[in-house]
């Protein structure tokens, strides 16, 4: 509910086009994605898609540059990517492909008990073989209620990076597609690149258009605000986690 998908389908547009993503990050040039979808109804998806090519500025060289696996337009059931035969069933889809985005690993990595790092090997080992192949690997999951990610951490020992998106602390419903990006591990990232920031998705007549800031323009933003509703130094500081 954080908006993952609107995040990463913006992610798979920018990279076929050799775009900007979230209006933070520029492709250096654009790569063929295979984005498979195991839950986002297609009318929905292509909504979705509609929305961010409206507010692209660059478009992908040809439509082979972005492929889409979605259940909605597949005769029979999803792959199960824990499975060796289901690896294999996609195997031709992927072949030409530089990028996979698996959104999500609950609908289509489904293997045992989430906990169990033992039935998370499967996957990895696809995972590690496709990088062998030189692609690159997105994959989608969801936070458990502490706000890690859910099931074995073992998922993460093969990954370069994790990204968590995460709730602003004076998050509104009412606001949409709006969280923190947050670079939780990041082989080769440092510096400015790996600073957290916002991201907000507006849509002006049928435009996605993403409006991104740094954390510390956030709060800066979110403390002006209480300040003119004339909340106390004590009541900002409780509101924000910021000592007074």
Known sequence: GNGKTWFVLQMAYGIASGGQIVNHWQ????????????????RTMQGR???????????PPDPSYLSILTPDL???AMPNLAHQEDQEAIADLIRD?????????????????????ESWLPVQT????????????????????GGAQRGTSSREDVLDTVISLRRPKDYDPSEGA?????????RGVYGQEAAPFE???RMENGVAIWVCRSLEDSVRAQILALKAEEYSIRDIANETGLSR
């Open 97 to 117: 492909t530089e990028v996979v985005i698996v959104d999500n690993l609950a609908c289509l990595a489904r293997h045992g008990r989430e906990n169990d790092s």
């Open 126 to 145: 696809w995972l590690l073989g496709l990088r062998r192949q030189g692609k690159s690997v997105i994959t989608v999951h969801h936070a458990g209620k």
């Open 27 to 42: 492709a250096p040039k654009p790569r063929r994605v295979l984005y498979i979808d195991g839950e986002m109804p297609a």
């Open 178 to 186: 709006r969280f923190e990006v947050h670079l939780e591990k990041a």
């Open 49 to 59: 898609i509609a929305s961010i090519v409206a507010g692209s500025e660059e478009e």
């Open 74 to 76: 597949q005769d029979m």
């Open 199 to 201: 991201a907000a998705l």
